[in-house]
């Protein structure tokens, strides 16, 4: 990582600590010319395989830390100190990193966000899903809010019926849930409204002061969706 980081852009740097730390990854062909229907990424908006994690966010900070003269290390400073780590696909990556980072980077500032993280049920909340506990794609603890990434399956009525029950048993324990698609996923103004409602429900400002924030915010979005093959 921090070999390649003067190299890269400060999206690149980011989406490429994802995918290291994550169980996606993405392939070096063109996806447009592949002809193996049986690989695990076709069919999958940016093209990816599901995999194992080459790291973790905390292995990648300890050898940036601990190499003090490897090139790169000042350029991949930034991008590590502030990457979330453990996304589950490009799209989860982008959403994670919109939401987590600060707004002098583009950011929502809505951290700080807790990845793939466990939510025991209560009783009733069990009850009302039919389920013990739940994984959330993000959680946000300031908001008591979980984002997550809603690929074009969860549009299958089962899936559809299964998540509206998780629903029901996180918000009886007050706990918000905010579903993002593909389309959402294109639209920085449709992601900063989503940012917009959990300030707005936990009656908390939302009032970016950083410096050019309104241009910055969609530069990022276009820049992380490039860097994982989405284009714009």
Same mark, same amino acid.
């Given at each position: $990582?921090?070999?390649?980081?003067? %190299?890269?852009?400060?999206? %690149?740097? &980011?989406? &490429?600590?994802?995918?290291?730390?994550?169980?996606?990854?993405?392939?070096?062909?063109?996806?447009?010319?592949?002809?193996?229907?049986?690989?695990?990424?076709?069919?999958?908006?940016?093209?990816?395989?599901?995999?194992?994690?080459?790291?973790?966010?905390?292995?990648?900070? #300890?050898?940036?830390?601990?190499?003090?003269?490897?090139?790169?290390?000042?350029?991949?400073?930034?991008?590590?100190?502030?990457?979330?780590?453990?996304?589950?696909?490009? $799209? %989860?990556?982008? $959403?994670?990193?919109?939401?987590?980072?600060?707004?002098?980077?583009?950011?929502?500032?809505?951290?700080?966000? #807790?990845?793939?993280?466990?939510?025991? &049920?209560?009783? #009733?909340?069990?009850?009302?899903?039919?389920?013990?506990?739940?994984?959330?794609?993000?959680?946000?603890?300031?908001? #008591?809010?979980?984002? %997550?990434?809603?690929?074009?399956?969860?549009?299958?009525?089962?899936?559809?019926?299964?998540?509206?029950?998780?629903?029901?048993?996180? $918000?009886?324990?007050?706990?918000?849930?905010?579903?993002?698609?593909?389309? +959402?996923?294109?639209?920085?103004?449709?992601?900063?409204?989503?940012?917009?409602?959990?300030?707005?429900?936990?009656?908390? +400002?939302?009032?970016?002061?950083?410096?050019?924030?309104?241009?910055?915010?969609?530069?990022?979005?276009?820049?992380?969706? +490039?860097?994982?093959?989405?284009?714009?």
């Amino acid at each position: $990582m921090c070999d390649l980081a003067g %190299e890269l852009t400060f999206a %690149e740097q &980011l989406t &490429l600590i994802e995918e290291l730390t994550g169980s996606w990854s993405l392939p070096e062909r063109n996806v447009a010319e592949e002809d193996d229907d049986g690989l695990d990424f076709i069919g999958k908006a940016s093209g990816y395989y599901d995999c194992e994690p080459a790291t973790s966010l905390e292995e990648i900070r #300890k050898y940036h830390s601990d190499s003090k003269w490897v090139a790169g290390r000042v350029a991949a400073r930034q991008a590590i100190s502030v990457a979330t780590g453990s996304s589950r696909s490009p $799209m %989860e990556a982008i $959403m994670y990193c919109m939401f987590a980072l600060p707004h002098s980077l583009g950011g929502f500032n809505c951290g700080p966000l #807790k990845p793939n993280y466990k939510i025991v &049920l209560t009783g #009733k909340a069990s009850m009302l899903s039919g389920l013990p506990y739940v994984i959330a794609d993000a959680y946000l603890p300031r908001f #008591k809010a979980i984002i %997550e990434y809603n690929g074009s399956y969860h549009d299958e009525s089962t899936i559809r019926r299964r998540d509206e029950a998780r629903a029901l048993g996180l $918000m009886s324990m007050n706990v918000d849930v905010y579903r993002l698609n593909d389309l +959402q996923l294109k639209d920085a103004a449709a992601l900063e409204s989503v940012a917009r409602t959990l300030y707005r429900r936990k009656q908390i +400002q939302f009032s970016p002061r950083a410096r050019a924030y309104a241009s910055k915010c969609p530069e990022l979005l276009r820049e992380l969706r +490039q860097a994982v093959g989405l284009g714009n």
